[in-house]
């Protein structure tokens, strides 16, 4: 009878290397697809009537994997948009806890928001009997009702009447003249913030305009700029409450 020839203690020793590396770290194979199909791939038949599946298998998993690795970086991605959006409103919300007068607040919100938001227009709108922005370019005058009356044009008739809506978003429309002025013939998408100063003011708008038709869409979740929205307010109020 013949005998195997032994092998070299070297090459056991590697085979323990390569053995507990695997085993150590079990990606390095799994990971692999070459190295899974070689593994697992179609074996030779018995006979005629004897299937292999292996392969269909192989096949099937690879596509629920891709499948899987391909949502997983969209929630990846749509998770670092949401952080890069969350630190861009907070620190908009710092600019207004900052100004220290009214006149500052203005051109946070105003001017500033330009730039912290990254937002192309941005437009603080107030309704008032006689026209602000002789006085105050920051603000955009609107006469009383005249949010109602945008509200009802672009959100429906019963969410304007009562003006429930915080937050009103635009994607792909022309934007709004009597909001943008010049503006409204480059403006493809928006968003609208109703702002709401108390019993005895009238309401105002934060409106935001982007030259980009996706920017602001109907399907967005608008958390952070009712936050935002929030803060605007209270500071609002604040200004008010000490200029009277």
Known sequence: ?????????????????????????????????????????????????????????????????????????????AARDNMSGMEQVHRAALAILDAPNFEAFLDVVSQDFRQLLAIDVVRFCLEASEDLSAETPAIVSLEPGALTDLLSRHAGPADGAQIPLQVLLRGDVAG?????????ERIQSEAWIRLDFGPTVRPGLLAFGAFEPTRFSEDQATDLLTFLGGVVERSMRGWLALAG
């Not at 005998?3 to 323990?16: H, I």
């Not at 709004?176 to 002025?181: N, T, V």
Request: charged share 30%.
């Open 1 to 77: 009878m013949t005998r195997k020839a032994a092998r070299p203690a070297n090459d056991l020793d590697g085979d323990t290397k390569l053995r507990a590396r695997i085993l150590a770290d079990p990606d390095l194979v799994l990971n692999d697809p070459e190295i899974m199909r070689a593994l697992l791939g179609p074996v030779e038949a018995a006979g005629r009537n004897v299937v292999d599946l292996r392969a269909a298998l192989i096949a099937q998993l690879e596509h629920r994997l891709g499948a899987l690795s391909a949502v997983h970086r969209d929630v990846v991605a």
């Open 176 to 184: 709004e003249p009597l909001i943008f002025g010049p503006d409204a």
